[in-house]
């Protein structure tokens, strides 16, 4: 059994930077595709970006270009860079691996992913 948990939220001004990371116990994140979504409250869940185990990162419209997702396979972490944070990316963030889930599959849809950390909270506020 997978487990997963994220650490690197926090409060941050406009403008500023979080970088989030995922770290795995009992088994590799190098076999699954790990996915990073945010909820805010009273909205669902939202896809942010996927790292695949080989090859480069899908992201959200609204991540693209903004955030970077890296894995660390020697250190079984995937990793969340958030330059230039906005209010509107206030949220709580998680991190899901999907040991089935490739290139053709639904990266977007949690229903993809079959394990998931407990979540980080984001606040971006002035």
């Known amino acids: 059994q997978v487990q997963l948990v994220e650490s690197g939220g926090g409060f941050v001004r406009p403008g500023g930077s979080l970088t989030l990371s995922c770290a795995a116990s009992?088994?590799?994140?190098?076999?699954?595709?790990v996915g990073w979504f945010r909820q805010a409250p009273g909205k669902e869940r939202d896809f942010v970006g996927v790292s695949w185990r080989r090859g480069s990162p899908d992201y959200a419209y609204f991540a693209d270009g903004r955030f970077t997702i890296s894995r660390d396979n020697a250190k079984n972490t995937v990793s969340l860079q958030m330059p230039g944070l906005q209010p509107e990316d206030t949220a709580v963030y998680y991190c899901?691996?999907?040991?089935?889930?490739?290139?053709?599959?639904?990266?977007?849809?949690?229903?993809?992913?079959?394990?998931w950390g407990q979540g980080t909270q984001v606040t971006v506020s002035s």
């Open positions: 899901a691996a999907g040991p089935r889930l490739y290139y053709s599959g639904d990266y977007a849809s949690p229903k993809s992913y079959n394990y």
């Open positions: 009992g088994g590799t994140l190098a076999d699954s595709a």
